[in-house]
């Protein structure tokens, strides 16, 4: 008598799972106890690895969340360094990248994150995803997004937008960490 389908499929899906997790735990068990949060080898800057030199090996540290940003659990902005830190309530950055601004920005200060949509048509057309919205300046809204096929275009010079855009998982990372009512501090 043939087996049933479901119990194939049944099999077939247990030894799948197996292979996954076989796979992935030979990936963590060769890989480097110590990576950043972007998975750059922090240790590495003293050894030399698959034939490179220690000194391509060196990562610069992250840059310090800004100290006139405040302090709690916070979003910060800086508009000349183009960056934003994800701040733990310890104070501690637990993320940071470069975004590129829009058109208009928002005046340096504290704002609270006021609104967020999962994704929509940004004012520049594009469709975006991880929208988090922080503040209104000259009737533009203001917020962080990322655009949905993966680019982070400059804004056109001509259009006022507010979008502030991050590359998906930067912006993956805000929409997870900024929910309503987030700080955000903005600072030159």
């Known amino acids: 008598m043939p087996a049933k389908s479901s119990t194939i499929v049944t099999a077939l899906t247990a030894a799948a799972l197996a292979v996954v997790g076989f796979l992935g735990y030979q990936a963590s068990a060769s890989a480097p106890d110590h ?59 637990l993320r940071t990248y470069q975004v590129t601004p829009s058109t208009v920005s928002p005046a340096a200060g504290s704002y609270r994150v006021t609104q967020r949509s999962v994704s929509l048509t940004g004012s520049d057309g594009l469709a975006i995803e991880h929208v988090v919205l922080f503040a209104k300046t000259d009737g533009v809204v203001i917020g962080f997004s990322a655009v949905v096929d993966g680019s982070v275009p400059k804004p056109s010079p001509t259009k006022r937008t507010g979008g502030v855009r991050e590359y998906r998982a930067d912006g993956k990372a805000m929409w997870d960490f900024a929910l309503i009512g987030t700080k955000v501090v903005v600072v030159a």
Do not use: I
């Open 35 to 93: 990576f950043t949060a972007r998975g750059e080898n922090k240790g590495a800057g003293h050894t030399a690895q698959h034939g490179r030199s220690a000194k391509k090996d060196r990562t610069p540290p992250p840059a310090a969340v800004p100290a006139a940003s405040g302090t709690g659990r916070r979003v910060v902005y800086s508009l000349g360094a183009k960056r934003v830190w994800l701040v733990n309530a310890q104070g501690k950055a």
